[in-house]
């Protein structure tokens, strides 16, 4: 069965400082990727999506970015954190390469940039 | 930028008691899709509608679509405490890998 992990679970971190959050899903093949943030008591706000290695598409211009090294691997980086990078983080994966059917969401990540 | 909106923003019933949510959109559609989370978590998928279909049934959760209006509804019967969460709409665009989703309804049961 496919199952998704995302690491860490909360993330407190000082203003300028580097970012990596690791995403990684199982049991599929060629799955569309996606990085999601959410603000406090809000929707979903897509940050990045991808249909294949190395194929990176992002959505809002910020000060992040998104790495595909491996079928099945997606990161969303930073150099150096903003007071505003503060939020929820949520990785998700659907049946790729040709639809977005049904997202798979992990279990996010609540970051805190102080 | 989001395309689904969801009516009202909050809502809290008595258990036993249907709650009721809408969305909104903006833009032709593949299909809807509705998602829930609970507080700190990811989101979990409920239902998809496709632009076709008019009404879907899955257990307690009965979704509607009105293309013509752009909305959608749905609607979770004989509620129960568990289902004490936030309920988002999503929709896609054709030819697009992208969902935009809402900012959610917060329904609250009390026991």
């Known amino acids: 069965s496919q199952t998704i992990h995302q690491w860490p679970a909360t993330l407190v971190q000082p203003v300028g400082s580097p970012l990596s959050l690791e995403c990684t899903v199982e049991g599929t093949s060629n799955p569309n990727l996606y990085w999601y943030r959410q603000a406090a008591g809000r929707g979903l706000q897509l940050l990045f999506y991808?249909?294949?290695?190395?194929?990176i598409s992002s959505e809002v211009p910020q000060n992040l970015s998104a790495s595909r090294p491996q079928d099945r691997q997606f990161i969303l980086s930073s150099k150096k954190l903003l007071l505003s990078d503060s939020g929820f983080y949520l990785c998700?994966?659907?049946?790729?390469?040709?639809?977005?059917?049904?997202?798979?969401f992990g279990s996010g990540t609540q970051l805190s940039v102080l | 930028s989001q395309q689904g909106e969801e009516d009202p923003q909050a809502l809290s019933i008595q258990e036993g008691e249907n709650a009721t949510m809408n969305c909104s959109y903006k833009?032709?559609?593949?299909?809807l899709q509705w998602y829930r989370q609970n507080s700190g978590r990811g989101l979990v998928h409920l239902i998809l509608i496709r632009s076709n279909e008019r009404e879907k049934h899955s257990g307690r959760l009965r979704v509607t679509l009105d293309t013509s209006k752009k909305s959608s509804s749905l609607l979770i019967t004989a509620s129960r405490a568990a289902d004490t969460a936030s309920y988002f709409c999503?929709?896609?665009?054709?030819?697009?890998?992208?969902?935009?989703f809402g900012a959610g309804t917060t329904v609250t049961v009390r026991a």
């Open positions: 998700a994966w659907t049946d790729g390469p040709s639809t977005n059917e049904k997202l798979f």
């Open positions: 833009t032709s559609i593949n299909n």
């Open positions: 991808s249909v294949g290695i190395g194929q």
């Open positions: 999503a929709t896609d665009a054709p030819n697009d890998y992208k969902l935009s």
